[in-house]
T-cell receptor, first 112, second 115 residues
Framework: DGGITQSPKYLFRKEGQNVTLSCEQNLNHDAMYWYRQDPGQGLRLIYYSQIVNDFQKGDIAEGYSVSREKKESFPLTVTSAQKNPTAFYLC???????????FGQGTRLTVV | AQSVTQLDSQVPVFEEAPVELRCNYSSSVSVYLFWYVQYPNQGLQLLLKYLSGSTLVESINGFEAEFNKSQTSFHLRKPSVHISDTAEYFCAVRAFSGGYNKLIFGAGTRLAVHP
């Protein structure tokens, strides 16, 4: 089945540790996105990538980093510089000529 | 810059009653609008979209939305809701700047359907 896979679904980390969230898609989509979701704030864009080896900062990129070495993979690293990392993280992808985005099931990160 | 405003953070409604979830957008370029639905602890699923053509768009489960250019609105409606419609609904507009394409989301509206 084609789709977007985010892993793990739940993740716990100690404060001060970096953590990497996985996002893999087998839809052959060109563009990929990372969003952060907090209650009452909707989805805020962290980073996005239009093609391999290219990515751009979104609205809240501070404290995060990404890479796009392969078309199907767009991992997000939450660094210790992110002051409030506990949130629900959503990955999405979009075909090159399409307008709508397709979402993964999300990763809930809790930092204690 | 493009933006989306969802006017209600929560909408409680009784089963079989009609509902309207409001969405206003701002955009200075061609407008492409979307409604997504999110069930608890899941990702977002596309409910319906307006790209061009008829201003009234429908989903397979009875929702519809109307694009109103003069009022810059894209409100979501359903004439009779079910318990299973309880979820969070997000309105989004496509933003295109600097050669990059991205979706801008509203803050979401939590629809709670009561028996």
């Amino acid at each position: 089945d084609g789709g977007i896979t985010q892993s793990p679904k739940y993740l716990f980390r100690k404060e001060g540790q970096n953590v990497t969230l996985s996002c893999e898609q087998n839809l052959n989509h060109d563009a990929m996105y990372w969003y952060r979701q907090d209650p009452g704030q909707g989805l805020r864009l962290i980073y996005y990538s239009q093609i391999v080896n290219d990515f751009q900062k979104g609205d809240i990129a501070e404290g995060y980093s990404v890479s796009r070495e392969k078309k199907e993979s767009f991992p997000l690293t939450v660094t210790s510089a992110q002051k409030n990392p506990t949130a629900f993280y959503l990955c999405a992808s979009r075909p090159g000529t399409g307008l709508e985005a397709f979402f993964g099931q999300g990763t809930r990160l809790t930092v204690v | 810059a493009q933006s989306v405003t969802q006017l209600d953070s929560q909408v409680p409604v009784f089963e079989e009653a009609p509902v309207e979830l409001r969405c206003n957008y701002s955009s200075s370029v061609s407008v492409y609008l979307f409604w997504y639905v999110q069930y608890p602890n899941q990702g977002l699923q596309l409910l319906l979209k307006y790209l061009s053509g008829s201003t009234l768009v429908e989903s397979i489960n009875g929702f519809e939305a109307e694009f109103n250019k003069s009022q810059t609105s894209f409100h979501l409606r359903k004439p009779s809701v079910h318990i299973s419609d309880t979820a969070e609904y997000f309105c989004a507009v496509r933003a295109f700047s600097g050669g990059y394409n991205k979706l801008i989301f509203g803050a979401g509206t939590r629809l709670a359907v009561h028996p």
